[in-house]
């Protein structure tokens, strides 16, 4: 084991990117989906236009101080950003469905996940912090691929109202963790969100690089450095349990 890590209580892990990919081609196949399901309800479907929209959708929260999206509002947005209509609470309902049923359909799991996941929880506590706005996604997601029972602790983004960085959803999994984030080591793919989010609660920090995120933020000046880079999930094991 690692030295630095020599104190580490619990492993909090972002999912998106981390535990699964979810990148541009998941992404790209989200956007087939999506189009086939407006073309059904409202005729031909601009993808350009549906881009554009949840390409700047996926950005807003890191515009807006880190406000989570609301699930349901970016469906209506979608709806009538594409269409000359106003959409009805039925319509809405029943894109969001698709979004809701397509991110769980999509979503695969590596077959290295579950054992690390079994090694790291025979040594460690284990939580999960995803920024999404639709917590029955990554629920009802991660229950699918079987990883529901590792986590004592879950906590997604849109059932607190806010993204990483906030400090807020990790100060519902801190708490909820009942642990001092000193012993808690973060692992995670986002620059922003998980290495800066975890290292301004005082956490340990991993960056993860495996997977190409849909989502870039550069390092700026005077940014924290995360403790430790991996290039796999995989090599958590040298870093916790060598």
């Not at 996940?113 to 929880?121: D, F, M, S, V």
């Not at 995803?130 to 997604?156: A, H, Q, W």
């Not at 290039?231 to 060598?242: A, K, Y």
Request: aromatic residues 8%; glycine residues 10%; hydrophobic residues 35%.
């Amino acid at each position: 084991m690692s030295s630095e890590f020599s104190e580490t209580k619990a492993v909090c892990f972002d999912l998106g990117n981390t535990l699964i990919e979810f990148g541009p081609r998941q992404i790209a196949m989200q956007y087939e989906r999506l189009t086939a399901k407006l073309t059904e309800m409202f005729g031909s479907c601009d993808e350009v236009m549906l881009k554009e929209i949840r390409d700047r959708q996926i950005v807003a929260p890191y515009q807006d101080h880190f406000r989570e999206n609301d699930f349901e509002g970016c469906c209506r947005e979608l709806i009538e950003g594409i269409y000359p209509v106003t959409a009805t609470d039925e319509q809405v309902n029943e894109l969001a469905e698709e979004r809701y049923v397509s991110f769980v359909d999509i979503i695969e799991l590596a077959d290295g996940i579950l054992p690390l996941l079994t090694e790291l929880g025979e040594r460690y506590r284990l939580a999960l912090l995803s920024n999404f706005p639709c917590g029955r996604s990554i629920r009802d997601g991660i229950g699918k691929l079987g990883m529901t029972e590792y986590f004592e602790v879950i906590v997604v983004s849109g059932e607190v109202g806010w993204v990483k960085p906030d400090p807020r959803p990790y100060e519902l999994m801190l708490k909820e963790l009942g642990e001092d984030p000193a012993n808690c080591v973060y692992v995670g793919d986002n620059w922003l969100a998980d290495v800066q989010g975890s290292k301004g609660m005082g956490m340990k920090s991993i960056l993860t690089t495996e997977h190409l995120p849909y989502e870039r933020f550069e390092p700026k000046e005077g940014d924290d450095e995360p403790d430790a880079r991996i290039g796999c999930i995989g090599e958590l094991r040298g870093l916790l349990l060598g």
